[in-house]
């Protein structure tokens, strides 16, 4: 099974600040099948990148992804007011089991 | 628009057993990847099992295989997950997700249901 490690675990930042959000993997993310999700309080998440770096559907282009292998990185260019959440990495392989990291809580400084 | 409406929670002492339901609609149902993610209160998320499009392949995480039974009918557009012996860490809010055509990404997810097992 892989294990995905998020850091940091509190991000505290500003609005129009830049957040960086790392998720590094205990083995090698089969053709980089690494998605990342936003939650806010007692909302579902949210998927905002799959595939280490295409943006979802109405993801706002603030929001990017990159990375391979074992580490990846969401950086959100200037965060707004609705940017403050938790968000998680997921790596999707090519067959089960699946895992999440432990997720990473963004909040306003 | 994709919806995903799930049903069936609620609470159950230890050891009895519940089916989530969650009804789809908005896309061409069969052609998915199907799965439930739970969320323990206060906790992060947790992949729990998948089911392909055509109901043929099927996948547990290690925590629930044996116990949970994950099934699809594409004529009604319905996913379900049999819970039985429930523990007390079964206790979440169960998400239903849509993945990918043939991957396990969560691309749209249900509002989700709570199950607690408690005596």
């Known amino acids: 099974e892989i294990v995905l490690t998020q850091s940091p675990g509190t991000l505290s930042l500003s609005p129009g600040e830049r957040a960086t959000l790392s998720c590094r993997a205990s083995?090698?993310?089969?053709?980089?099948?690494l998605a990342w999700y936003q939650q806010k309080p007692g909302q579902a998440p949210r998927l905002l990148i799959y595939?280490?770096?295409s943006r979802a559907t109405g993801i706002p282009d603030r929001f990017s992804g990159s990375g391979s292998g074992t580490d990846f990185t969401l950086t959100i260019s200037r965060l707004e007011p609705e940017d403050f959440a938790v968000y998680y990495c997921?790596?999707?392989?090519?067959?089960?089991?699946?895992?999440f990291g432990q997720g990473t809580r963004l909040e306003i400084k | 628009e994709v919806q995903l409406l799930e049903s069936g929670g609620g609470l159950v002492q230890p050891g009895e057993s519940l089916r989530l339901s969650c009804a789809a609609s908005?896309?061409?149902?069969?052609?998915?990847?199907m799965g439930w993610v739970r969320q323990a209160p206060g906790k992060g998320l947790e992949w729990v099992s998948g089911?392909?499009?055509?109901?043929?392949?099927?996948h547990y995480a290690d925590s629930v295989k044996g116990r949970f039974t994950i099934s699809r009918d594409n004529s009604k557009s319905t996913l379900y997950l049999q819970m039985n012996s429930l523990r007390a860490d079964d206790t979440a809010v169960y998400y239903c997700?849509?993945?990918?055509?043939?991957?396990?990404?969560?691309?749209?997810w249900g509002q989700g249901t709570l199950v607690t097992a408690s005596s």
């Open positions: 997700a849509r993945g990918g055509y043939t991957s396990h990404v969560a691309l749209n």
């Open positions: 908005g896309f061409t149902y069969s052609t998915y990847v």
């Open positions: 089911i392909s499009g055509s109901g043929g392949s099927t």
């Open positions: 083995q090698s993310v089969s053709s980089n099948l």
């Open positions: 595939g280490a770096s």
């Open positions: 997921q790596q999707y392989g090519t067959s089960p089991p699946i895992t």
